[in-house]
């Protein structure tokens, strides 16, 4: 059964360091996502990105987040320069939603990358 | 702000029993909703997904959506031990937002 994957499963980074998170949603989905979760609070939706540009984005994602698709199959995550408050789990979903304005979307979560700001 | 919220539990319910998990949302533009489970230290898992009022059955899941209270809820009958998990309830707005709540903890006591 596909999956989605992410890389690396964990990563400890000194604070004001630039991390790059790589997910590889499932191959025939259109819709990807990052979301967070700090360790004991909820999934917090970050972006959602389709036809290689950002679709709709939250508070939490400011100018120190930013999105690629540098290729047919990589997604990935970068956060320039990374503060304690960073760390959290981060995890990459995908859909096989069809139609831009459609309310069956539903998502496929990757296992997550534990990103540590020391 | 639109918020879903759960109860956080826990939830215990014995071996065999039926466990209702409850969820409210406050945005009456929340297109669809979404049931996920979440082991500790895993990724969420969807279970379910409902868009019109009414119930929706799937094996020992049953997901329910009233639009005009703003209430889900997700039933789970026969509940198996391996059932206990965090039940995460998350509506999708503008067709590409998504709100999660904050999890109900479900134990399933053999």
């Known amino acids: 059964e596909p999956e989605v994957t992410q890389t690396p499963s964990h990563q400890v980074t000194q604070m004001g360091q630039e991390v790059i998170l790589r997910c590889v949603p499932i191959?025939?989905?259109?819709?990807f996502y990052w979301y967070r979760q700090i360790l004991g609070q909820k999934v917090e939706f970050l972006v959602s990105?389709?036809?290689?540009?950002?679709?709709?984005k939250s508070e939490i994602f400011d100018d120190q987040f930013s999105v690629e698709r540098p290729d047919g199959s990589n997604f990935t995550l970068k956060i320039r320069s990374t503060k304690l408050e960073d760390s959290a789990m981060y995890f990459c979903?995908?859909?096989?939603?069809?139609?831009?304005?459609?309310?069956?979307?539903?998502?496929?979560f990757g296992p997550g990358t534990r990103l540590t700001v020391l | 702000q639109k918020e879903v919220e759960q109860n956080s539990g826990p939830l215990s319910v014995p071996e065999g029993a039926i466990a209702s998990l409850n969820c409210t949302y406050s945005?009456?533009?929340?297109?669809?909703f979404f049931w996920y489970r979440q082991y500790s230290g895993k990724s969420p898992e969807l279970i379910m997904s409902?868009?019109?009022?009414g119930d929706q059955e799937d094996g020992r899941f049953t997901a329910q959506l009233n639009k005009a209270s703003q209430y889900v809820s997700l039933l789970i009958r026969d509940s198996q031990p391996s059932d206990s998990a965090t039940y995460l309830c998350?509506?999708?707005?503008?067709?590409?937002?998504?709100?999660f709540g904050s999890g109900t903890k479900l134990n399933v006591k053999p």
């Open positions: 979903a995908s859909s096989p939603r069809t139609q831009p304005l459609s309310s069956y979307n539903e998502q496929f």
């Open positions: 191959s025939n989905h259109l819709y």
């Open positions: 990105f389709y036809n290689n540009e950002i679709s709709e």
């Open positions: 945005d009456r533009g929340s297109q669809s």
């Open positions: 409902i868009y019109s009022n």
């Open positions: 998350a509506a999708l707005y503008n067709f590409n937002k998504f709100y």
